[in-house]
């Protein structure tokens, strides 16, 4: 049988209210860390500095996540990334600078690695043996935003900062001049060389100076540069000269300059103005020529020894210079002449004449006046050790008649063989004429007159030596017997002294007897008076 169900004490539902949901404590932590984690991520990202990329040819010394970019030693930025570019052919830096930095990334800006390095200019980065490689920059003053560079591939000679003014000279070829080589000014130093290339069309080269303050208010408009490297030694027409900047510039190179004397200082040049680099100082220091004629001068003599730039010259005073040479054929003569184009400086001779001709108003009539009275272009020898020529102009009133043809341009000088060419035809005449004397048969007659007076010699020894002989006997003995004769002890040198001491008392007797009648002249009537004892 089913048992009845009993009756338990169940306990009666109470129905609760809704509770609301309370933030636990638990979770204070995390959010606190969001936060914090939240704003070192706004902090960060506020404070990030912006990304640039440097182009260099080599990533030599550079280390991603390591390497510092630093201006005038201070960090501005650290090196992110180093990747190769697309060709392969040069490395990509990816670097992030500081936020303050950013003002100073502009078109001008210029990056660098800084390694040890040797050169012409000194030993620099030495320090990065230790520390290691860093990107040295060097802050541009241009307005325009830039984030992509290239970098240099050596130091820049000078930085932004440094007080002074660069200029641009142009010369004919670089010489032993290079980056960072010395700018002098009467023999101190006062800046740098920054750079030199070679120009687009391959007629010159372009260097570029750097000239600290304040020496470069010494760089006026008439200012000329030329270059110091090593020892200018010089052996022309003009002699021998030395001259150098300097022992540095003996053995680095370098450029000077100066403002030629006798010209008014101008007013400082400006920034990157353009000069004329000139070879050496002696070509600088020429005034300029206003007034130049070009004139040719033909030779009938050799050349060698004779280039272009060598002195027209008119008894010391320098006229011009030698232009060019070259050689021409005349038809006339059937030869080959050498032809030399010459300039002349009119203005060199006019600064010189006290006293100025009528005819010098109307040059040409001039020029026809002297050549008529004998001026003549000559080629003469300026220096005998190194054979150097130069063009002497000069009067020869022996000089054949001449005349200028004004229609040739330029037109032609008239000239007159040199001294060593009228050298030459003398000793050329002088051996045509010994080429005439009958040499041989002045041999065979000098031979024949030789035959003769060994015969005579021969003849004199035969007949006329045993005379001479016998006379020179004969000659001896008498000599011997005048030398018994003048002895000391010979009888008649005896009775001779003998006779000289008689001669002796008798002029004593008589200087007495003068003596006595001198004082007793009646003694020549009266006698001799007897004394009384």
Known sequence: MAEAPQDFDLPEAVAASKRRWSLSIVWAIPIVAALAGGWLAFKAISEQGPTITITFKTAEGLEAGKTKIKY?????????QIALSRDASEVVVTAEVVKGATPYLVEDTRFWVVRPRIGAGGVSGLGTLFSGGYIGADIGKSSQARRKFTGLEVPPVFTSDVPGRQFVLRGHDLGSVGIGDTVFFRRVQVGQVTAAELDKDGNGVTVRIFVNAPYD??????????????????????????????LAAIILGGIAFQTPPGIAVS?????????TLFSDRAQAMRLPDTTVKSWAVVFDESLRGLEPGSPVDFRGVLLGEVKEIGVQYNPIGKQIQMRVEVLIFRDRLISRMKMMAPEAKDPKAFVDTLVVHGLRAQLRTGNLLTGQLYVAMDFFPTAKPAAIDWTK??????????????LQASVTGLARKLQKIPFEQIGADVHQVLQSADKLVNRLDAEVAPEARATLAEARKTLGTAERTLNRDAPLQVDARQALREISRAAQALRALSDYLERHPEALIRGKREQKP
């Not at 005038?72 to 992110?80: A, R, S, T």
């Not at 341009?409 to 009228?422: A, D, S, V």
Request: no cysteine; proline share 8%; charged share 25%.
């Open 217 to 246: 208010q010494y760089v006026t408009t008439n200012t000329r540069f030329w270059h110091a490297s090593g020892i200018d030694l010089s052996l022309d027409a003009g002699g021998f000269k030395v001259h150098t900047e300097s």
């Open 267 to 275: 007013a400082p040049a400006e920034a990157d103005a353009v000069f």
């Open 72 to 80: 005038k030693n201070v960090d501005v930025g650290e090196v992110k």
């Open 409 to 422: 341009e330029p037109p032609e000088l008239p000239t007159m063989p040199g001294g060593l060419q009228e």
